[in-house]
């Protein structure tokens, strides 16, 4: 194996990670409204339990679960309401404050976790990347471990982009106008987002 053939396989890594889904969206409003920081927890919960999901596809586990049409209808139906529940709480981030006792907390280390088992994004991305895209190596398990090991490095920043962006703009959001446009726009994207969980592939 060379470099050179992980490099398709770190072009799938990267356009995963850095498009906006699920993840990305649910990091950026707890960037703006926790700050950086406080959503580090939220974002490596993100990675352990993606790089989990990638594991279980790349051992075939992915493929299984795809193949019981019902518990895809469970996963999206799952996921879209935590979206949906996630749109509803922020419709009050317009009213962000720089103090951080305001009685609310970001996602923890083991809720984004969990949410990466009834992410179907995950499921059908892995499953799809570990039937295309795994490197040649031998033993298998090796290969496995280099499948999840690419990802998550490849995840990382990508995901420290999407949360440092809503910190930056935590700084920019003074006024309360452009808090409501905010809040907005990420209510409008969780919503868009929750309805795309059912017309993925």
């Not at 493929?63 to 518990?71: D, E, G, K, Y």
């Not at 009050?92 to 990466?116: C, M, R, Y």
């Not at 490095?153 to 409501?180: F, M, T, Y």
Request: aromatic letters at 12%.
């Amino acid at each position: 194996m060379t470099l050179t053939s992980l490099l398709p396989l770190a072009a799938f890594c990267l356009v995963v990670s850095i498009t906006p889904g699920p993840n990305n969206i649910m990091l950026i409003s707890s960037g703006t409204k926790f700050g950086f920081i406080r959503t580090i927890p939220h974002l490596f919960g993100v990675v352990f339990g993606f790089g989990f999901v990638m594991l279980l596809c790349a051992a075939g586990v992915g493929t299984l679960v795809l193949a019981w049409p019902s518990i895809t209808v469970v996963l999206r139906a799952l996921a879209s309401s935590y979206m949906l529940f996630l749109a509803w709480k922020l419709r009050n981030i317009s009213f962000i404050k720089t103090d951080s006792n305001d009685g609310k907390k970001p996602l923890t280390f083991l809720g984004a976790s969990a949410f990466q088992s009834v992410n179907p994004s995950a499921w059908v991305l892995g499953a799809s990347g570990a039937s295309a895209l795994m490197p040649p190596i031998q033993p298998f398990f090796l290969s496995v471990i280099t499948y999840c090991v690419v990802f998550s490095i490849i995840n990382v920043p990508c995901l420290v982009l999407w949360a440092g962006a809503g910190s930056a703009l935590r700084r920019c959001l003074e006024k309360v106008i452009w808090q409501r446009v905010f809040c907005t726009v990420m209510v409008l994207l969780t919503v868009y987002t929750a309805i795309c969980i059912w017309f993925e592939a």
